[in-house]
């Protein structure tokens, strides 16, 4: 019988195979303790994100799943976004009710949202209604209409 690989083959490919998992073993425990997130100095230039549920004004898709910077926030909530992912977001929903009222009500969830969109009710709070205004009175029925005499500049002689 012959001989596949000689001495000097089989102590070549023992090497090789010793030295891929000494390189693999240093690379783990390299990975183990280096850092996953960016350094400090560069995380400070990060702008902070947040998850929020964004009324896009669509009748087929109103609500989409967004993140926009914090310095956003405040004005996406302002016009109807919500906190957190569509799903599980709360809407507050002003709710005309059968007598002719109107509620504020929760509803949780982009879906249950667009169904009560599509009743009719509006997202954001009832306001209280504005009042009606008093009439004004018809000019020259009442005092104190038009020029008065003796008031004004004087005249000149």
């Known amino acids: ?10 102590i070549g490919v023992l090497a090789g195979v010793a030295t891929a998992l000494s390189v693999a ?6 990975a183990a303790f280096s850092p996953a997130s960016p350094s400090a100095s560069a995380k400070q230039y990060e702008p ?6 964004h009324r896009t004004g669509s009748k087929k898709n109103p609500f989409r799943t967004i993140t926009v910077s914090q310095n956003a926030l405040k004005a ?4 109807g976004d919500a ?11 002003c709710h005309k009710t059968k007598s002719g009222k109107h509620d504020t009500m929760k509803v949780k969830g982009s879906r249950k949202a667009e169904h009560r969109l599509k009743k009719g009710d509006k997202l954001g709070k009832c306001s209280a209604g504005k009042k009606a205004k008093p ?7 009442h005092k104190g209409h038009g ?11």
């Open 76 to 79: 996406h909530l302002k016009h």
């Open 48 to 53: 902070k994100k947040v998850t929020i549920c």
């Open 135 to 141: 009439a004004k009175p018809e000019k020259g029925k």
């Open 25 to 30: 073993a240093m690379a783990s425990v390299g």
């Open 147 to 157: 020029k008065q005499k003796g008031k004004g500049k004087p005249k000149k002689k």
């Open 83 to 93: 906190l957190g992912p569509c799903s599980s977001a709360v809407f507050t929903m």
């Open 1 to 10: 019988m012959r001989k596949r690989f000689g001495r000097r083959t089989t």
